[in-house]
């Protein structure tokens, strides 16, 4: 992989971790449009822990509100909110233990999975965007939902922002709420996993097949990426913007099942 190609698929991985376009789907794209072939997750890791980072970098408040809430070791809202997160990671966690190969392997299953994913993203979208629910505050069961929707949605091609905040939207939980829960919630689980590749050596240069300069140019593509695609799609979703999103899946859905048909 070029310098060049890991800028574009920084850049790409960067603007659609947030947009509710599938972040996956977009770079299996990208690697199919320039003809990368990749058989490890180095990459999408490195680049996932640079929206990561975009991600602390815009909640900064909020993590070091919930921080000083949670060490003071009594019932508050941030303890409460902390206790959420932790729920809602459980599904994933299920999916990293024992499904793991099986999820790479998906990942290695070309444009067909993508543009399904990618259909069924757009079904999301377009259903809380007309099912309107009574709002509520973000419980301990819709916490444990998204998670769930997280964990389906490291399908290549099916959103985690699209499907979370959908989730979210649909289950009732307020709009200025649902965004920045599904940001936040997928901390830990990210950047555990780098550092559990980072350990097994799995991050090495040697095992990745991609130089040291190339990576850093895609973390750093993704990092720009993600803090403007973020701020963006928080405002959208406080809006309820998200139509546009879902018959652009759509399009992309259908050009990625024409594309492996015809």
Known sequence: MSGLESVLLGFIQGLTEFLPVSSSGHLAIGKEILGIESDNLAFEIIVHAATVTSTIVVFRDEIWKLFKGFFKFKANEETSYVYKIIISMIPVLIIGLFFKNYVETIFGSGLLIVG????????????????????????????????????????????????????????????????????????????????????????????????????????????????????????????AKLLGFAIYCAVAGLICLGYVIF
């Open 116 to 239: 399904i994913c990618l259909m069924l993203t757009a079904l999301l979208l377009t259903l809380s965007n007309y099912y309107k629910p009574k709002e509520r505050e973000l419980s301990y069961k819709s916490a444990f939902l998204i998670g769930v929707a997280q964990a389906v949605a490291v399908l290549p091609g099916l959103s985690r922002s699209g499907t979370t905040i959908s989730t979210g939207l649909l289950l009732g939980v307020k709009k200025d709420q649902v965004a920045k829960f599904s940001f936040l919630m997928v901390l830990v689980p990210v950047l555990g996993e780098a550092f559990l590749e980072l350990v097994s050596g799995n991050l090495s240069l040697s095992s990745s097949g991609i130089s040291a300069t190339s990576l850093m140019l895609g973390f750093i593509s993704a990092f720009v990426a993600g803090l403007l695609a973020c701020k963006l799609m928080v405002a959208l979703v406080s809006r």
